[in-house]
């Protein structure tokens, strides 16, 4: 069991960045309220997206996957890896930084910390599938949407997300949703991955008041 503590830079990309024991033990001033969902709900979750996005899409030949970074990215993969399962074809799949495209980075660090993006293929009249963890007040998304128009003229722009926990500020919906959660604004949602936490879970807990 890891006893350090490790900075968390998004639990989820708009919410506040915390600071907790990697793991079950959290740091005392986060409150866990309730484990969400498990390895094997998301699983199941992520299987239905794939399945979803190929009912919606004519063609598996036309979609790309594009995570937004950091836990978009393995998610793309994972969503990608079911949809090739299904089909025996190969998706292509990318990872999206947005960070200069936020609407809020001049109120924040003078030194933004930005990271690779990496779409190498042409997204021109593709069906893009947008990838991300938890949608909230949809600023990320609109970052993301502005960020993927610079790389070329997709045919649709589709979103995929893993947790909608609601109280959206711009008029952005997900077409495909793992699970749909009610939360207060003061709660945070904790998406944990294998491969970037070391284990898979949905948590929610009570944000510092």
Do not use: C, W
């Not at 993006?117 to 021109?124: A, Q, Y």
């Not at 990320?140 to 997709?154: E, K, V």
């Not at 939360?183 to 944990?192: L, P």
Request: cysteine-free.
């Amino acid at each position: 069991m890891a006893t350090s503590a490790e900075t968390i830079r998004r639990i989820n990309t708009d919410a506040p960045v915390l600071t907790f024991f990697q793991g079950p033990n959290i740091l005392p001033h986060v409150k866990i309220k309730a484990r969400i969902m498990d390895k094997k709900k998301m699983e199941r979750a992520i299987a239905r997206i794939g399945q979803e996005i190929l009912e919606r899409n004519k063609s598996a030949e036309d979609l790309v996957l594009i995570g937004i970074r950091s836990r978009g990215v393995p998610l793309a993969e994972r969503i990608a890896a079911a949809i090739e399962e299904a089909e025996s074809v190969k998706v292509p799949r990318g990872s999206l930084d947005i960070t200069m495209y936020r609407d809020d980075i001049h109120a924040g660090s003078s030194h933004p910390q930005v990271h690779k993006t990496d779409i190498p293929f042409p997204i021109n009249e593709k069906d893009v599938i947008l990838i991300d963890d938890v949608l909230f007040t949809g600023r990320t998304i609109r970052a993301a949407l502005d960020s993927l128009i610079d790389f070329g003229r997709p045919r649709t722009i589709q979103l995929a997300v893993l947790i909608d926990r609601g109280h959206r500020e711009l008029p952005i919906r997900a077409d495909y949703v793992g699970k749909i959660l009610p939360t207060s604004r003061k709660e945070i949602v904790h998406v944990h991955l294998h491969e970037t936490d070391g284990h898979d879970e949905v948590l929610i807990a009570e944000g510092e008041s």
